[in-house]
């Protein structure tokens, strides 16, 4: 372990007066930070302004609250003092065996468990953001925010743009294969916190890798705001799997954007869990534009409360003999709310597609709510595609099953949404992955009590 | 694969003639206060129509067009150079012999006459705005089945009318269905008694002869407890050099226990704008069903709905559209669910060839604290060619615990081996191709009455024939 000062090496913070996220953009995070990206953050600033906010009628928000889209009460926040720092690392317990891990709060660098000797010769890159700009920064500017965001949220990404300060940058050269996970923590910490984790992968031709996310609060009882962008660029033949995790507060207004760009025989893996959060938003794009390349879209969601959770995805075909595959599970209790917009367009020129599209709502409460989109577009030809969207709730046989053998009600119920849930998770390749996961759910099943 | 673009107007050509327009009331080009004033002076509105008229007028001129989501196309109908109304200014005739000879010629080059004799239990035949020929046959009228015009129905029946005339769909529903409340003409009112079941279809014809016109009719059905009934309705028009305007509002209800049956097989030309806003409501126990054919228009936008109100009420949409070259069918369903118990079931198929495009668009809601309400939704496409497109874009919303919504859809083409089997069994390609596409809706075309399912296969063939090169 090493601490943040060590590892950006004299790069002194600025640290910004924090101020409230609509009164404008704050300084310079770092007083090295090259020129370029104070300019592009204050365009983005512009951008942010001139750009409407959601309203309820425009497709991309339809059956989404956008009331719960208001920043005012946010700002960005002192780093953590170093007790809380340590209090905030203990908590950062993940997958166990990681290949490298970095930690975040309130947006500030906290620490990171370094790459192995062997990975770093192989010219792995796996460091914070604010040091990527200047150690690494024509890769880095060539990548960064370079997929436009399309689904609904262009205000939120130049929101995003000009107050972004810290996140992960990894990059994998060509032919090198990571075969331990690497991870990153991002905590909202202080009340009211804006947060804007910053994710950019670039995984050159051939190589393999796998990033895990986990996105938290250290108080369930403090507000924040959360509005990350994530990038992955997915090089010929390499292969990228990214877990997401989002378990943040009960009081937690959340955006994610993520962009996953596949070259030619490319495979990517997405994987969201949501599990906290009082409005979350999840923006999931796959662009597929090599031949060969294929995409999988996979979440699962856990809601109870007035929790409401709302995912746009876009499986973009834009090459011939692509493949994507989306299945989305959502277990809605309470009054939990879930809208799902999903579209497949196959571009023309691009044959032989092979697009599915699936989303599953189990509603376990009388005011528990599922909104399925699932949309086609289709403009070329010799295109397998189909998609399915069913709600519905827990089997009664198979309840009664459980129950006749004496398990109580609670557990067989939990039993049967985890087996519910599970489809989607079996589908990653790695067991521990998978039961780490399944973890995290039932610790979601324990907090609501049911 | 099949690769080459098509023409296809074959079938059209059947309903691609005009007679010279001997119009004596003409409400003139454009739309204002006066047009509406105009129409409700020609045909004797009473006052709650005409204030009901400018109303809706006011609604329609203050919606936007709803390109935010439908076709940017719709920006190409200019109001101001559309006729809302022209008639003959004479009522409609119990026999053929009273049409006037040039109309009663156009309905008879379109099989009407025939058709009646053959297997229907009343005709109604509108040209351009009014309807000129009506008649039920006699057994059926002894019923006490009504069947007229709407602009009959409203003076003759208000009791009726009146209680259920734009409460299915409100003016505001839709900008359309505001327009259509403002300059409404013909359609048909039909009403039939407790216990009453017609046997055969009652059928309405729409002819639209004349240039830069808009066609407005207004149909209100209403089945009493127990009644049943089907109805169909034609449509064709001469292949104009302008866009013409066809937008009707449909409302039907069906009282407790009730059925209707609402066929429609839409043969516009290629250059009719086809915006046409349909409901049903079923109370308990009722069943409304829509079956929905689409072949013609330059842009349909067509989304036959049920509001099911009363327990064990039943909804269906069965759905078949072939997109020709420049052509958009954007069809699909509503279901709404307001009562314990309600089934829906909606089956979608379509056929894009050419530059032709298909879209479905569904709604299926469920609200809250309802019980064992299921949706079924099936949409299947069929690409025929490499530059042919297809579009779903579904919105279901379910609350609470006990109901059950699924929904499917698939693309597909042909496949290049079924084609290939039949090439050597010495069917033609374009043979091979048009068994394929009458396979692939041939579960559908069934659920028409006999007469119009064979004719929808032979459309289908003959709008197959040169898709294939």
């Known amino acids: ?450 | 694969m099949v690769k080459q673009n098509t023409t296809l107007d074959i079938e059209r050509n059947l309903g691609n003639f005009a007679y010279p327009e001997t119009h004596t009331h003409d409400a003139g080009v454009g739309l204002s206060e006066k047009t509406v004033h105009y129409i409700s002076d020609v045909k004797q509105d009473p006052d709650w129509v005409r204030e009901f008229r400018l109303n809706a007028l006011r609604t329609f001129l203050s919606k936007p067009m709803p390109t935010h989501w439908a076709s940017k196309d719709l920006e190409a109908i200019v109001f101001d150079k559309i006729r809302y109304y022209l008639s003959g200014g004479t009522q409609p005739k119990r026999s053929w012999e009273d049409v006037p000879d040039d109309v009663k010629r156009t309905f008879e080059r379109l099989g009407i006459p025939e058709q009646e004799r053959k297997f229907l239990a009343g005709v109604e035949a509108q040209f351009d705005s009014e309807a000129v020929y009506s008649n039920i046959k006699k057994a059926v009228g002894e019923q006490g089945v009504i069947f007229v015009g709407s602009a009959d129905g409203l003076k003759e029946h208000p009791e009726i009318f009146r209680k259920w005339f734009g409460k299915v769909i409100p003016t505001g529903d839709n900008k359309f269905s505001a327009l259509n409340s403002a300059v409404f003409s013909g359609g048909s009112f039909i009403y039939v008694p407790p216990g009453v079941k017609v046997k055969h279809p009652l059928q309405a014809y729409f002819r639209i002869n004349a240039e830069n016109f808009g066609q407005f009719e207004r149909t209100l059905i209403i089945a009493d407890e127990g009644a049943e009934l089907t109805y169909m309705e034609g449509c064709t028009a001469p292949k104009f050099n302008t866009a013409t305007l066809h937008s009707a509002v449909v409302e039907l209800v069906a009282l407790k226990g009730a059925k209707i049956q609402y066929i429609t097989v839409q043969n516009w030309s290629n250059n009719v704008f086809n915006l046409v806003t349909k409901r049903g409501l079923a109370h308990e126990q009722a069943e409304v069903k829509w079956i929905d054919c689409n072949i013609g228009s330059r842009l349909t936008m067509k989304y036959p709905g049920v509001v099911m109100k009363g327990r064990k009420a039943r909804g269906e949409v069965i759905s078949i559209a072939l997109a020709g070259d420049g052509q958009h069918q954007d069809t699909g369903a509503k279901m709404v669910h307001a009562a314990d118990e309600t089934t829906s079931n909606i089956i979608s198929k379509s056929i894009s060839i050419g530059t032709g495009r298909a879209t479905y668009r569904g709604l299926v809601h469920v609200p809250k604290h309802l019980k064992n309400c299921k949706n079924n939704t099936e949409c299947d496409a069929l690409l025929i060619n490499a530059n042919s497109r297809t579009d779903t874009y579904p919105a279901i919303t379910v609350r609470g615990t006990g109901n059950a919504v699924q929904h499917e859809a698939s693309v597909s083409q042909v496949s290049a081996e079924q084609i290939f089997y039949m090439q050597q069994r010495g069917l033609t390609e374009a043979q091979a191709m048009s068994l394929s596409v009458n396979g692939f809706v041939n579960d559908l075309v069934r659920q028409f009455p006999m007469e119009y399912s064979v004719e929808l296969k032979r459309l289908i063939e003959l709008e197959m024939e040169g898709s294939v090169g």
């Open chain 1, 1 to 450: 372990m090493s601490n943040p000062s060590a590892v950006l090496e004299g790069m002194s913070e600025v640290a910004p007066e924090p101020s409230g996220i609509l009164g404008g953009r704050p300084g310079r995070a770092h007083d090295k930070l090259p020129a370029w990206f104070g300019d592009q953050q204050q365009v983005a600033w512009t951008q942010f302004q001139s750009l409407p906010m959601p309203a309820r009628t425009d497709q991309a928000w339809r059956f989404s609250t956008v009331a719960a889209l208001d920043l005012a009460p946010y700002a960005t926040a002192h780093p953590p003092s170093s007790s809380e720092a340590r209090e905030v690392l203990e908590r950062s317990t993940g997958l166990g065996k990681t290949a490298g891990r970095l930690v975040f709060a309130d947006d500030h660098f906290l620490e990171r468990d370094v790459l192995s000797e062997k990975l770093r010769a192989a010219g792995v890159i796996f460091q914070p953001l604010e040091r990527a700009l200047i150690e690494h920064e024509d890769l880095f500017r060539r990548h960064f925010m370079s997929q436009p965001a399309t689904l609904g949220s262009a205000k939120f990404a130049a929101l995003h743009e000009a107050f972004v300060r810290s996140g992960s940058f990894l990059y994998l050269p060509r032919g090198v294969e990571v075969e331990l996970p690497l991870e990153t923590f991002h905590w909202l910490h202080t009340e009211n916190a804006a947060i804007f984790p910053h994710t950019l992968v670039v995984a050159d031709e051939l190589s393999k890798v796998t990033l895990v996310e986990h996105f938290r609060s250290t108080d369930r009882q403090r507000a924040g705001f959360a509005c990350g962008v994530n990038d992955l660029i997915v090089g010929p033949g390499a292969k990228v799997t990214y877990i997401c995790t989002q378990d943040w507060s009960d009081r937690t207004l959340s955006i994610q954007i993520n962009a996953t760009a596949m070259a030619r025989n490319a495979t990517a893996l997405n994987l969201h869990l949501a599990l906290g959060g009082k409005y979350s938003r999840l923006e999931s794009l796959s662009r597929l534009t090599g031949e060969g390349a294929h995409s999988d879209m996979l979440a699962v969601s856990v809601g109870d409360e007035a929790q409401e959770f709302d995912a746009r995805t876009l499986q973009d075909h834009a090459a011939p003999h692509t493949n994507s595959d989306l299945l989305f599970k959502n277990a809605l209790n309470g009054r939990a709310r879930n809208t799902f917009g999903g579209l497949i367009r196959v571009e023309p020129h691009a044959h032989f597609t092979d697009a599915y599209q699936k989303v599953r709502n189990l509603l376990l409460s009388d005011d528990a709510e599922a909104n399925s989109m699932p949309g086609l577009e289709i403009l070329a030809d010799n295109v397998k595609c189909s998609h399915g969207a069913t709600s519905g709730q827990l089997d009664e046989d198979e309840m009664f099953y459980l129950l006749a053998r004496g398990i109580p009600a609670p557990v067989a119920r939990q039993l049967l949404v985890g087996g519910f849930l599970n489809e989607v998770l079996e589908r990653l390749p790695d067991p521990v992955l998978v039961a780490q996961l399944e973890e995290l759910i039932v610790g979601r099943f324990e907090r609501s009590g049911r």
